[in-house]
């Protein structure tokens, strides 16, 4: 059982519509990371976050370290932001380079 | 210049044998790290490494074992090899004890006959 949850786990727009994927875990952590993983197979970290919001362009991130939840904003989404979008966090206790990762976010922005 | 490079790219083997896959980063980073994407595009921590401390996920085989021959290198060595063990490698390279930004390899995809 994943301690990592996202969702949707597929999610389709038009072009211009404003995305939110999000990301639920299950114990108490000190940072949160939002991964894209493009069509192609590579991975790039969006972003690391451990407390309120952080935007880079049109990605937004946002984290409630209470509710023990995250959400990834896409406004003005564009085809090129489809690809597989995920999230990851420490759970290990004492241990924050041990990451699980949620299931991924497959998106599919449509022209 | 690529900040995370794996070779090979693709390896196509035989069951039984034994391979290597290389990791090099030039990001001046103290933390190393090991992943497994599976046919469903999971992604699993294998191990994290830094000059003082490997750790391994416990529900690793012993048969996969990471040498690092120093702070820019993490290679991993896997022994006998299995079908089950087809999979996407990633390595990946962090600042600071997980504290930091992760920076991924291009990944490399193992198949194995």
């Known amino acids: 059982k994943n301690e990592v949850e996202q969702s949707p786990q597929n999610l389709t727009a038009q072009e211009g519509e404003f995305i939110t994927i999000n990301c639920s875990y299950s114990?108490?952590?000190?940072?949160l990371h939002w991964l894209q993983q493009h069509p192609g197979g590579g991975i790039v970290s969006l972003f690391m976050?451990?407390?309120g919001k952080k935007k880079h362009g049109r990605l937004i991130a946002t984290i409630n370290i209470q509710e023990k939840h995250s959400s990834l904003h896409i406004t003005a989404s564009h085809p090129r932001d489809s690809a597989v979008y995920i999230c990851a966090a420490p759970l290990v206790p004492g241990s924050a380079r041990q990451l699980t990762f949620g299931s991924g976010t497959q998106l599919t922005v449509l022209p | 210049d690529t900040a995370v490079s794996q070779t090979p790219k693709y390896l196509v083997t035989q069951m039984g044998n034994d391979k290597s896959i290389k990791c090099e980063q030039n990001?001046?980073?103290?933390?190393m790290y090991w992943y497994k994407q599976d046919s469903k595009k999971f992604l699993k921590i294998m191990f994290s490494?830094?000059?003082?401390?490997?750790?391994i996920n416990e529900t690793v085989p012993n048969r996969f074992s990471p040498k690092s021959p120093d702070k820019a290198h993490l290679n991993l060595h896997i022994n006998s090899l299995e079908l089950g063990d087809s999979a996407v490698y990633f390595c990946?390279?962090?600042?600071?004890?997980?504290?930091?930004?992760?920076?991924f390899g291009e990944g490399s995809r193992l198949t194995v006959l």
């Open positions: 490494y830094n000059n003082k401390e490997l750790i």
């Open positions: 114990v108490g952590i000190s940072a």
């Open positions: 990001l001046g980073h103290d933390t």
């Open positions: 976050l451990s407390s």
């Open positions: 990946a390279s962090s600042l600071g004890m997980g504290t930091g930004e992760l920076f």
